[in-house]
Every structure is written in C-alpha cells, then in structure tokens.
C-alpha cells in the first residue's frame, strides 16, 4: 500500500529565509507525485507535480520540488519565502494504474516578518 | 469555466439528522471523489465515481452514500448525522485516473453535526 509521510505538521520561517518542507512516499512502483497549497478556508490548488523525465520540478508562485528515488522523497522548496506563502501544504502520491490519491497529513507554514 | 463547484459552503445539523452535499463539475471529467478533512489528519477519500453509474467506496465510506446519475453531479449523502461527522467535505474531479493528471478540487463544504 503507498503512503506518504510529511515530516512536520508545522514549520515557521522568516519572510526572505528558505522554504523546505519535506515528504517522503512508499510505493512499490514509481509513482506520480504532488504538491498541494491550501490557503484558509479554500480547496486545494496544485502547485506542482512530478510524472516522468526530469526530477526537479517548476510548480507556481516560485515553488519547486525535486524527486529523489533512492531517498523515495519529494521535498518542496522556495528560496525566498513571502508572507503570502503561508498555508498548508499537502503532498500526495498516485501510483500508476490507481485512481485513487493518497495524501499526506499536510504541514503548516507560517512566515514570519 | 466555473470548475468544481460545491454547495452549501457551511451547514449545521442536529445528530440524526439528513442532507445532501452537492458536487457539480463542468470540465466533462470522468473521475470524480469525495474527501473529508480533519484537523492534522489530512484529506481521506469516502466514495469516488470513475463515471456516469459507477461508484465505489474509498477508505472512510460508513455514514455515507453516494450516486452519479450525470457526468456534471456526485452527490454525497448523510442518512443519519453523527458528531463523528463533522469535518470540512471536499469534492474533487479529474478528466482521467491512473496516469498523471491534476485533481481539481471544490472549496468545501463545512459541516458541523450537534
């Protein structure tokens, strides 16, 4: 069965300092990886993705995350963090051939000014 | 496009009670899911439909029902409220599973059963 774990159900950062927030999957087969931004009281929004080809991702609002196989994980960082940049953030795995997602538990950032 | 669209956005019910939460999506996706979400818990999957009279069942179903008649609706039925119930729903679509495609999701549905 896949899983996915996001170490840290909060993280807190300085407005400028760097964004790490970190996940790891299990999963038999390569799959497909996500990350998801949630802002307050709204649905999820994707903010990148990982299918096949190259392992460092690009995703919206200066976000990218890199796949690592060897170490099963997919850390999503931003080099800069802005206040806007406070929500939660889910990661979640789809193994090929599944319909079904499988989040994380999501972590919570704050930035600070 | 108005996406995935979802109603009502705040509900309050009395245990024992019943309602429907509504999920339209208008971007002919095939694929179309039901999440709750608890606090530090994530979004679990109650009920998916891979189309028009097909459903099954995901990781959380007991307390609900489900049905897709069109391909636009998938409606989420609570036959008799519990406290248990009560959470943040999220509808959510996708044009195909299993490969890599984005799940669009609503903005939610806030339940609280007293």
């Known amino acids: 069965a896949q899983s996915v774990t996001q170490l840290g159900s909060h993280v807190s950062v300085s407005e400028g300092a760097l964004v790490l927030l970190r996940c790891n999957y299990s999963s038999s087969v390569p799959p497909y990886l996500f990350w998801y931004v949630q802002y307050p009281n709204q649905g999820l929004q994707l903010l990148l993705k990982?299918?096949?080809?190259?392992?460092l991702v690009k995703g919206i609002n200066g976000f990218e995350a890199e796949f690592k196989k060897s170490e099963t994980s997919f850390h999503l960082t931003k080099p800069s963090a802005h206040m806007s940049d406070a929500a939660e953030y889910f990661c979640?795995?789809?193994?090929?051939?599944?319909?079904?997602?499988?989040f994380g538990k999501g972590t919570k950032l704050t930035v600070n000014p | 496009n108005a996406g995935v669209t979802q109603t009502p956005k705040f509900r309050i019910l009395k245990i024992g009670q019943s309602m429907t939460l509504q999920c339209a999506q208008d971007?002919?996706?095939?694929?179309m899911y039901w999440y709750r979400q608890d606090p530090g818990m994530g979004l679990k999957l109650i009920y998916y439909?891979?189309?028009?009279?097909?459903?099954d069942k995901g990781e959380v179903p007991n307390g609900y029902n489900v049905s897709r008649s069109t391909t636009e609706d998938f409606p989420l039925r609570l036959e008799l409220a519990a406290p248990s119930q009560t959470s943040v729903y999220f509808c959510?679509?996708?044009?195909?599973?299993?490969?890599?495609?984005?799940?669009?999701f609503g903005p939610g549905t806030r339940l609280t059963v007293l």
């Open positions: 959510a679509s996708t044009p195909l599973a299993g490969g890599p495609d984005t799940q669009y």
């Open positions: 979640a795995v789809r193994k090929g051939g599944s319909e079904k997602l499988v």
């Open positions: 990982y299918t096949t080809g190259a392992t």
């Open positions: 439909s891979v189309g028009a009279g097909i459903t």
């Open positions: 971007m002919n996706h095939n694929y």
